[in-house]
């Protein structure tokens, strides 16, 4: 079983295959940060969100 991500950059669009079976609890974080499904702690404030982490962050 996999997943794919798609990150958008400003040097072009690339897919990522995501392996639970390999790394379960990484992927099941990263799917659930990406999606709103989990709750994260906003540095800026300390308080928790539960919008998308990933949606605008520059990597």
């Known amino acids: 079983m996999s997943a ?13 295959t995501l392996l639970p079976d390999h790394a379960p609890t990484t992927v099941a ?3 659930d940060l990406a999606s709103g499904r989990r709750e994260w702690k ?3 404030d ?10 605008g962050t520059i990597f």
């Open 42 to 44: 906003d540095p800026r």
């Open 46 to 55: 300390g308080r928790p969100k539960t919008d998308p982490i990933y949606n």
């Open 4 to 16: 794919n991500a798609t990150f958008v950059t400003s040097a072009g669009t690339f897919k990522a």
């Open 29 to 31: 974080n990263f799917i």
